[in-house]
């Protein structure tokens, strides 16, 4: 019979949780918006990340279809990278030893290897997210994988009109999030 409990794990994590100190009462936080690296186009190659950030007020049939769209771009260019590859080792240019044969079957790469498009999401965002993620995956020929994690974030704490005290100047603070990494199969 399982007991009513915390179990272990549950305490450990709970024992890792600390809360923020209360701000002052003359002083208030100013949030700093998340900073996001400039998002590659779809035709760069596979060593970047393909990244979309998910809002709260993202339209969901807008972020679907460009979703959609960087997938097919994707595509496109991979199979084009593989039969500029397979041209080049039937033309004997690649000295590899195969005599033109690879091991590939001309489709490019297997659906495990193919690239990723990346949905990211944060707070009231995660819930779109995961419901783009519900989308893809009851659609046929799409594969989902979702992961979680933690985000740090700097806030600014500044003081208001009046007596002056010790207020720290920034603040870190944890936010939740959740990556969707969907590729076709």
Not at 16 to 43: E, G, Q, W, Y
Not at 82 to 91: H, V
Not at 106 to 135: H, N
């Amino acid at each position: 019979m399982p007991s009513s409990g915390p179990t272990k794990a549950q305490a450990a994590a709970k024992a890792d949780v600390t809360k923020l100190p209360r701000v002052p009462h003359n002083a208030r936080i100013l949030k700093r918006p998340l900073f996001h690296p400039a998002i590659p186009s779809a035709n760069t190659g596979p060593s970047q990340q393909k990244v979309i950030y998910i809002s709260h007020s993202t339209p969901f049939m807008s972020a679907a279809t460009r979703v959609r769209k960087m997938l097919e771009v994707i595509e496109k260019r991979t199979r084009r990278d593989a039969t500029a590859r397979l041209s080049t080792s039937k033309s004997g240019k690649n000295d590899g030893g195969t005599g033109g044969i690879s091991g590939s079957t001309g489709s490019g790469k297997e659906s495990s290897d193919k690239e990723p498009m990346v949905l990211k999401a944060t707070s009231r965002a995660i819930e779109k997210a995961l419901g783009l993620a519900m989308f893809f995956q009851n659609k046929p020929g799409y594969e989902v994988r979702i992961s979680t994690g933690t985000v740090s974030v700097v806030d600014d704490v500044v003081e208001k009109e009046g007596r002056i005290t010790s207020v720290p100047e920034t603040r870190v603070r944890r936010l939740g999030c959740v990556e969707v990494a969907i590729r076709m199969s």
